[in-house]
């Protein structure tokens, strides 16, 4: 029962990883309707751009802020430079132009800060926390920082004129513009926003699984299975599915025999997939009721 | 209120609808095509002809892929696990049951049906991003499962087998490459026929009439379920083909060859040659090919991001892929005939 109450909580510690890229996936989804590759790039990206702050003297909270700033700025001009041009194609070809970007920031990337692996700070130290061995408190902070960030998005989106704006413009976008809504804008607001959330969690992430260029490409693929398990729909359901995949994944590992950590992934995607058997929107999503 | 709505109905169709006659190319073209390709490799090295064969085997992938996604307008990411069934299937076979390869290709096409068939069954009720992660998961899986300690006698594990390489039959004057080229052509060409007819059988039509709407489909008397995992397992067959053609032109096959990266070049080569268009997909393998290469000699720090520029610039150009060009190019043609 020990190893079982341990692993749950070493799962909630992972989880709250994926939690973070799962909620920047959802946020993006939200605003252009398309799973985006290259978030966990982009991510990567924003946490050299703090990292390379730091060495050049800036204190971790004064870096945190301006990547902060630098990744909505960058995300916004991303949308309006690479991608507001294909608005108009094909989904799929969107799809291509993700697969694009990725490939450009993630060469880029490794030209400007080459592929050796990096040490990155943490503000909340790594102690273990309140005596447990399994949850440091970088960890623990890691959970504050997403519930947080999660209340910050929920009172925004519910409570504020421009959240429900971006709600309109992403839900019903011909009749958000009949009210006088500027949709275009809003999706460049939610792509700077999905930036900033990208960036918070890889500067989260960095000092758990070390800076490279190519540390998002797991955790992206963890972010993604949690975003769609808790249903795309939903940024509550989003972190609560980062959860569930952190743990599903530490459960497998230990309870399943002859499962390395290789196996590790395939066994928790076809969980998930067993559960969007049953429940083909996420366990918290909108049931989408489509016209013939 | 309804107009908005429709908007929003439209805005789900993952895959636009292309009239099945846009899917391919005239005779004449098709004939002119299939000149050249048994022409150019006497006149050229036996590197180039390797890649000509390469080409081919990809272009069989992507044309799976364009069937199934083009045609019953299902996504997948899992192309690659399918492609790596067929690659293990012939080489174990040709290695340790000693089958002739050319027999083992038919092997390999019925079990990778029988695999996609059957793996379309749960995918069913998935569509859209769902699908596609389930589709990712099966892609991730597959290196792994090849590596398992108990299939390691047949797989070899992760070193993987060796391929002999076929002479050419009847004592035919030409080098393996050579007569390998021409067997794949043989097998492509015929693969591609029969795609062609698909389509434009009662079945392709079941294919696209659930592609444009699946709900309208089902009252006209479309079985959707059937269709819709009978082009899974189609699209498998053909993938696993491409799998076999590739594991005796490569000679060697390995669980790391057929990684997730193989799914998404596929996908790219699908886009690039036009979503729906068949001869675009043997347009999408030379880009999937040739555009990485090309994007290592400009240069070999920054290949990645060449090779993304060079794609951003293909699809802002034409983001309809290969098909755009060939539409334009056929409106030129009915312009000048005019004058």
Known sequence: ????????????????????????????????????????????????????????????????????????????????????????????????????????????????????????????????????????????????????????????????????????????????????????????????????????????????????????????????????????????????????????????????????????????????ISVLVVKPAGLFGRHIVKRV | MSAAEEVVAEGHEAVEAVPKRAMTLGTGTSLVVLAALLIVPMFVKNFIIFQMTMLLIYGLAVLALNILTGGSGQFSLGQSAFYAVGAYVSAVLMEHANINYALTIPISAAVCFAFGYLFGKPALRLSGVYLALA?????????????????????????????????????????????????????????????????????GRAFMAIRDNEIAASSMGVNVALYKTLAFGVSAGITGVAGSLGAIAVQFVAPDSYTITLAISLFLGMVVGGVGWLPGSFVGAAFIIFVPNMAESISKGLSGAVFGVLLFLVIYLVPHGARQVAILGQQLVGKLRKN
């Open chain 1, 1 to 272: 029962m020990e190893l079982f109450t341990n692993q749950v909580l070493a799962g909630i510690a992972t989880g709250a990883i994926y939690a973070c890229m799962a909620l920047a996936v959802v946020m993006i989804y939200q605003a252009i309707d398309h799973l985006n590759f290259a978030q966990g790039e982009m991510a990567m990206f924003s946490t050299f751009i703090s990292w390379q702050l730091m060495q050049w003297g800036v204190s971790y909270w004064a870096a945190f802020l301006i990547t902060l700033a630098f990744s909505f700025v960058a995300g916004i001009a991303i949308e309006r430079i690479l991608f507001k041009p294909l608005a108009k194609a094909p989904v799929l070809t969107n799809v291509a132009g993700f697969i694009a970007l990725f490939a450009i920031i993630n060469s880029s990337a490794g030209l400007i800060w080459d592929f050796t692996i990096k040490q990155y700070p943490t503000p909340f130290g790594s102690a273990p926390f309140l005596g447990s061995q399994l949850i440091s408190t970088h960890q623990a902070g890691m959970i504050g920082v997403t519930v947080l960030l999660l209340l910050g998005l929920y009172f925004f989106f519910q409570y504020t004129r421009i959240g429900l704006a971006m709600r309109a413009a992403a839900s019903v976008p011909e009749s958000a513009r009949l009210v006088g809504i500027n949709t275009s804008w809003m999706i460049a607001l939610g792509w700077g926003m999905a930036t900033a959330i990208g960036s918070i969690a890889g500067m989260l992430i960095a000092p758990v699984v070390f800076l490279e260029p190519n540390m998002m490409g797991g955790v992206l693929i963890y972010g993604f299975a949690a975003a769609v398990l808790g249903g795309l729909s939903s940024p509550f359901g989003a972190v609560v599915g980062g959860f569930l995949v952190g743990i599903f994944e530490n459960l497998a590992g230990t309870y399943i025999p002859g499962v390395g950590n290789e196996l590790k992934l395939p066994i928790a995607l076809a969980l998930i």
């Open chain 2, 135 to 203: 589709t990712f998961a099966l892609a991730t899986a597959m290196p792994q499962l090849l590596k398992l300690n108990f299939l390691e006698h047949w797989t070899g594990g992760v070193q993987g087998l060796v391929v002999t390489k076929p002479d050419a039959p009847f004592g035919l004057p030409m080098s393996q490459d050579m007569w390998l080229y021409y067997f794949t052509l043989i097998v492509t060409v015929a693969i591609y026929i029969f795609s062609v007819n698909l389509l434009r059988s009662r079945s």
